[in-house]
């Protein structure tokens, strides 16, 4: 019987994968209409003796999104009076959703990346994750790929869609 050959593993593939650039740590999304009378209105005067009175040591080296799950009609100093407090505490505050910080949080880590490593080689952006990966990562990936990478595909090796070919 002949030996079984893995030809993908032999190959001179690069496998760029955003989970290895999965920045570590606890995503915590803080909803403002906490602090809101009924969740709608915002007294100055109660919000920021709320703001005042909470526990911010609770997001110790969190990542955090501020977000509003009423329709309420926030003045924007409201979100950054949270931001004031939160601030020493968190790794990282966005205005948003989980998604939001997530995609900011791989602005930040894929900006930082030495991308010569891929220089002239056929790239694969690996497509499947267990961690969370919003469809934008893959969109600044690609993009800090493209100027390096011979060619791009994504998904699997075995299965790979072609994306870019360098000219």
Not at 57 to 83: E, K, M, N
């Amino acid at each position: 019987m002949d030996e079984i050959i893995n030809k993908v593993a032999n190959s001179s593939l690069q496998v760029f994968d955003l989970e290895d650039h999965y920045p570590i740590g606890i995503r915590t999304q803080i909803d403002i209409s906490n602090w809101l009378i009924e969740g709608f209105l915002l007294k100055e005067k109660d919000f920021r003796e709320a703001l005042k009175n909470h526990d911010w040591r609770q997001y110790q080296d969190h990542f955090v999104a501020l977000h509003c799950s009423t329709d309420a009609i926030i003045p924007a100093w409201a979100s950054i009076l949270v931001t004031v407090y939160v601030s020493p505490f968190a790794k990282k505050v966005v205005l948003g959703s989980i998604t939001d910080l997530e995609t900011s949080l791989f602005q930040d880590v894929l900006s930082k990346i030495n991308y010569n490593t891929y220089q002239d080689k056929a790239v694969i952006l690996k497509g499947c994750s267990k961690k969370s990966v919003p469809e934008s990562a893959y969109i600044f990936a690609i993009q800090h790929l493209q100027p390096f990478a011979k060619s791009i595909m994504y998904g699997e090796a075995c299965s790979a869609v072609p994306l870019y070919k360098k000219r």
